[in-house]
């Protein structure tokens, strides 16, 4: 008796070399390269009050060779992981369809949203880090004037304290 179709009992190599090239290239690729240069991003804007000995790492020789240390490692999991629930709960399903029909490709719908969350990951990094440095500017420019404003303040209450100060 010939198994059914979709049975667990077919055994399909090419098929089984398709999935297995899907998972590695979602899982051990795209995901852990978009952690590290999340993480990059992210730590060059900001650092953890206690330091972490956390090293994360994707040696290719002669090809690739990527690294995260310390607080990089937790900036880039915590990017993937946020985006990651922030795409798989409320659109799950709709994001897994927008990706087969843009993409052309189905790799699955938990290795679509781990594509989708990667390079969403390191998108999100760098709109962080660029609302950051932009609001730091933003906060700069306006430091002298709050110091100049402090500044006349002080002068003027100093002047009424001492009106003899001021002759």
């Known amino acids: 008796m010939p198994p059914e179709e979709g049975s667990l009992r077919q055994y399909d190599p090419l098929r089984f070399l398709e999935d297995g090239l899907k998972f590695v290239f979602s899982w ?11 993480g990059k991003i992210v730590g060059t804007s900001l650092k953890m009050p206690r330091q972490t000995k956390q090293m994360f790492r994707i040696p290719v020789p002669r090809i690739l060779n990527l690294e995260a240390r310390g607080d990089e490692v937790v900036f880039g999991f915590a990017a993937f992981f946020l985006n990651f629930m922030a795409i798989a709960l409320p ?21 679509s949203l781990c594509i989708l969350s990667s390079f969403a990951a390191v998108c999100t990094s760098i709109l962080f880090v660029a609302a950051l440095r932009f609001s730091g500017r933003l906060r700069s420019a306006t430091d002298g004037t ?4 402090a500044r006349m303040i002080n002068e003027i209450a100093s002047s009424e304290s001492n009106p003899e100060q001021g002759k």
């Open 91 to 111: 659109a799950g399903r709709p994001a897994y369809n927008m990706f087969v029909d843009r993409f052309g490709v189905d790799p699955g719908q938990f290795n």
């Open 146 to 149: 709050l110091r100049e404003h």
């Open 28 to 38: 051990v690729a795209l995901m852990p390269i978009a952690v590290i240069v999340s």
